[in-house]
């Protein structure tokens, strides 16, 4: 019986040759030699798939964090390799992850959606943790919202990416993080500020 990774590269490899819509898992057991049923004995339905395939980028992004250089890195730094990590082992197959994306977009199509969004919550709270970022309360929250859009914002401009090397993406989540850094250390900065205004605490440096 095939296993679980044979499948999804059976199914990825085929829809990059065609298009993710078109692939079918009767294809993917055929291309195998294997029967529907072993099929589905790993995957429930092709969606399952698509999630299994995404879960291979977290675990890529995971095992980078584990480099002995990683914790010698700026946040800055962290960041942007973990990103850029995770959508390098999409790399081979941007086309057909392409169509995933996509296929999850189409109107009407709640039962993927939502699970998707549920997904990109994961890996963004999975790239903190990886990134070693501590925030709490209203500091976590605003970091994850900013971590998410850039994240999103990233992986729609790699998707259309034919730099070598995904360099132009790779400027471009550079640029993001900065501009998410500075307006951070604005907004924070400025809500220290108030805060040790209201205590009655003089400005350092007074």
Known sequence: MATADQ????AVELGEQKSWEAVRLHDVAAALGIT????????REKEDIVEAWFERADSAMLRMA???DFSFLT???????????WLASLYPYRKATRQMIYGKLEPGHLHV???????VSRTVQWMREAAGRDATY??????????TS???ATFVHWMNDSSSGSSRTSRFLDGCLSVGENLNRMIFSRRHGRERADSGEAPQGT
């Not at 499948?7 to 059976?10: A, F, L, V, Y």
């Open 7 to 10: 499948i999804i590269d059976t």
């Open 36 to 43: 529907l049923n072993d099929v589905h004995t790993h995957f």
């Open 66 to 68: 584990q480099a002995p």
């Open 75 to 85: 946040p800055h730094q962290r960041l942007h390799r973990l990103i850029m990590t």
């Open 113 to 119: 959606q939502i699970p998707g969004l549920i997904r």
């Open 138 to 147: 209203l500091r976590r929250a605003l970091e994850e919202s900013a971590l």
């Open 150 to 152: 850039i994240y999103l």
